[in-house]
């Protein structure tokens, strides 16, 4: 079974804070992606990679940025936190090939006060 | 218009009951769709991939309509557990997954 783990179930940061959301996966996926997801606004795509040391923007990375130093590992990083960041944040990956679904972590819920 | 739409719901149903939900998608080159289901507070899981020539997986149907650009999902003899929000996916340019809003479904006993 894929494994893609997050690093903290809940998190509360107070804003103007650097915050740093980790994920790791176990199955070797070329590809990882970070969402977030809010209520009637269903999962919105912030940033994903295809390799290592290779990002891409996805529909609203302003606020954010991320790195993938290593193939299992991608950050998502808020630069400096506002209110309206506070929502859930879902890692997800998947294998290369474009037919592949995406196999997600449990989520962080994080606070921003 | 938006790239993949879904009646939100909520649908609420009797167990036993057979449920279909459909879910229309705006880009005619798309090739991939999958249906997730997602439990409150949980993150989505992979309830089944949807082929071509339709596909089943217990009582779960999955089906693709390619003219009319849209995906369905039956759920025959509905249970409890099945309750649950149900997202659909489609594959878009560059691999990514672009998801619905997804549809909530009640089934009461």
């Known amino acids: 079974d894929v494994k893609v783990t997050q690093s903290s179930r809940y998190l509360v940061k107070r804003t103007g804070e650097k915050v740093f959301l980790e994920c790791v996966q176990d199955m070797d996926h070329e590809n990882m992606f970070w969402y977030r997801q809010d209520p009637g606004l269903g999962l919105r795509l912030i940033y994903f990679s295809y390799d290592v040391k290779m990002k891409e923007k996805g529909d609203i990375p302003e606020g954010y940025s991320v790195s993938r130093e290593k193939k299992e590992r991608f950050s998502l990083i808020l630069e400096s936190a506002s209110t309206n960041q506070t929502s859930m944040y879902l890692c997800a990956s998947s294998l290369y090939r474009s037919n592949q679904p995406q196999h997600f972590g449990d989520g962080t819920r994080l606070s921003i006060l | 218009r938006k790239e993949v739409e879904q009646d939100p719901g909520p649908f609420n149903v009797p167990e036993g009951a057979t449920v279909a939900f459909n879910c229309t998608y705006s880009?005619?080159?798309?090739?991939?769709f999958f249906w997730y289901r997602q439990d409150c507070r949980k993150e989505p899981k992979l309830l089944m991939s949807v082929y071509s020539s339709g596909n089943e997986d217990g009582r779960f149907t999955a089906q693709l309509n390619r003219a009319s650009q849209y995906i369905s999902l039956l759920i025959r003899d509905s249970k409890l557990s099945d309750s649950a929000t149900y997202l659909c996916v489609v594959v878009g340019g560059a691999q990514k997954l672009v998801f619905g809003q997804g549809t909530r479904l009640t089934i009461n006993p």
């Open positions: 880009n005619s080159a798309s090739q991939s």
